[in-house]
């Protein structure tokens, strides 16, 4: 392949999804971010079991979810040693920007660390079915998770537990009064589930991205429910909500109330790249994570040279000068220059502009 002749092992500029990017491709590239010193003081404060929010935002292609997937690398990597924080991602998506959506994501999310939730549960409730039920404050919810425990029909009560609809004889051959349908009841095992994880974790993480696809309606339920997930934790809670918006204030006006944007004292604005040295460390620290251990280069910048990244940056919009067009651009450049065993300067960049995307003016 092409990206080969430069030393990678993949190709660096195809967007992924950051959620499936593996741990080990995902370092920190983004010192020229004004707000770092905010993002420091969330991961501490999450790994001191502090109940704390946080806000990120920026426009589309910011890199937003890519922050997130950091996040997650930084306080799992961490919390090695200690009791771990338990991270789960949700978002909400722009096909279909429900609550059960939403819920049934976070339940999928969830799923993985159900065991040694169960097994702190179980022996909160003595070892006896029977003592879940009380223990918990809802049968249904304890004949499930029992059942689980158990490994007792699984695929059945986890359905169930996700929101999925069920037949009245489903029900009745499972020991369960009815099906888990009203969002609110969604939100209570939600609540349960993160109060009961804190017996087997030291704090637990939800990431809610995408926060600008959610109607008014949802939005205003959704903000309601966030901000009393917040009250309920005195330590081992923290909220991260990420949206695509100019201002950090937007999600207000969306509907989410000033309750929970106060509550997310934390904020990190995603900004566009303002200078060329900031996008040259942030292409040096994304090569060197696809770049093969083996392979030998004087500078990560490679294929470009500074001159290249220098008049990439002088034609692209400022507007939209953002690591995802960032990327587009340069995996553009990049191929040509592989197929032409060139690399990529100032006029390499002018005699290829023709071929970018429309990023530029």
Sequence with gaps: MWYEKSGFK????????????????????????????????????????????????????SGKTWLLRWIEKTLTEKSKGKALVLYTYSYIPRLEPTFSVFYEKFISEIDSYLPPILKAIDEKADHKNVNWSPYLG????????????????VDAYKRWLSGARMLTTELRDLSLSRPLERDYKKYEIMKTLITQSLLAFSSFTLIVDELENAPPVLARGLGDSLRDLLDSF????????????????????WGYGKWLY??????????????????????????????????KVGDQLFPFEESGVRRLMELVDPKICYARPTLINCGVLAEQAARQDAKVTD???????????RLVP
């Design 138 to 153: 809802d049968a249904d919810l304890a004949t499930a998770l029992s059942h689980i425990h158990d490994a007792e029909n």
């Design 10 to 61: 993949d190709d660096p500029y195809v967007i992924r999804s950051p959620m499936v990017v593996p741990f080990k491709q995902i370092k920190w590239n983004r010192n020229d971010l004004a707000d770092k010193p905010s993002l420091d003081s969330f991961t501490e404060r999450v790994l001191d079991r502090r109940r704390v929010g946080m806000r990120v935002f920026g426009s589309d292609g």
């Design 347 to 357: 006029k390499f960049v002018d005699e290829n502009k023709e071929l970018l995307p």
């Design 234 to 253: 005195y330590d081992g809670f923290s909220l991260v909500c990420s949206y695509t918006a100019e201002m950090a204030d937007d999600i207000i006006d």
């Design 262 to 295: 106060e509550r997310l004292e934390h904020e990190v604005e995603m900004d566009a790249f303002k200078d060329p040295d900031a996008m040259m460390e942030f292409l040096r620290v994304h090569h060197e994570c696809y770049r093969q251990a083996k392979y």
